[in-house]
């Protein structure tokens, strides 16, 4: 199993520039997670999907947007990059969104913008 | 609203040392408490996580931590710290709402000297 996998690893974008990050599970989970991390903030949350087919926001969405492709595969999509984007950039899994179930993560991924 | 709060931003521990991290959380009633780590240019991996009981929980790789309400801590501790332990350590909090609503803490660096 390779558990979460996202990509690219690095990315290099100019101010206004689109991209989508991309991420993947193979644990057969339900739910995934976009999270943001910045220095002396801890993880933020950008979006989530309970379930197949469905997607919510979390703490910080403007200025992205999600799709959840299918169970295996949840997208976050830069429709015009900003400064204030730089970050590190995590996707997570798990089974549920019950009470204290185990989130499982990638590796991230580096996105600065200029 | 939850929120966690780790006093730590940077500990430098020796090899063989014990180890403290500390963790504050806010919340009404009893949280659900999670302890990540973050290896360098990793994702992060659950350390331990505390729902009910027993107030003393095990982890992985020889870490304990102990909820101990009176004072709202969930502090981290392992009795002899190894050079791979050198990593990121958040703390984390879930509310009586779904997996989706963790707070996390900011981190705390933790540095081993030989």
């Known amino acids: 199993n390779a558990g979460v996998t996202q990509t690219p690893k690095f990315q290099v974008l100019k101010t206004g520039q689109s991209m989508t990050l991309q991420c993947a599970q193979d644990?057969?989970?339900?739910?995934m997670y976009w999270y943001r991390q910045d220095p002396g903030m801890g993880l933020r949350l950008i979006y989530y999907s309970a379930s197949e087919g469905t997607t919510d926001k979390g703490e910080v969405p403007n200025g992205y947007n999600v799709s959840r492709l299918n169970k295996r595969e949840f997208s976050l999509r830069l429709e015009s990059a900003a400064p204030s984007q730089t970050s590190v950039y995590f996707c997570a899994s798990s089974v549920g969104t019950g009470r204290g179930e185990t989130q499982y993560f990638g590796p991230g991924t580096r996105l600065l913008v200029l | 609203a939850q929120s966690v709060t780790q006093p730590d931003i940077h500990i430098t521990v020796s090899e063989g040392a014990s180890l403290e991290l500390r963790c504050n959380y806010s919340y009404g009633a009893t949280p659900y408490l999670f302890w990540y780590v973050q290896s360098p240019g990793q994702g992060l991996q659950l350390l331990l996580k505390?729902?009910?009981?027993?107030?003393l929980v095990q982890g992985i790789k020889g870490f304990e931590a102990e909820f101990k309400r009176s004072q709202s801590s969930f502090n981290l501790r392992k009795p002899s710290v190894h050079w791979s332990d050198a990593a990121e350590y958040f703390c984390?909090?879930?509310?009586?709402?779904?997996?989706?609503?963790?707070?996390f803490g900011t981190g705390t660096r933790l540095t081993i000297i030989p």
């Open positions: 505390y729902f009910s009981g027993d107030t």
């Open positions: 984390a909090v879930g509310a009586n709402f779904g997996n989706e609503k963790l707070t």
């Open positions: 644990m057969n989970h339900n739910s």
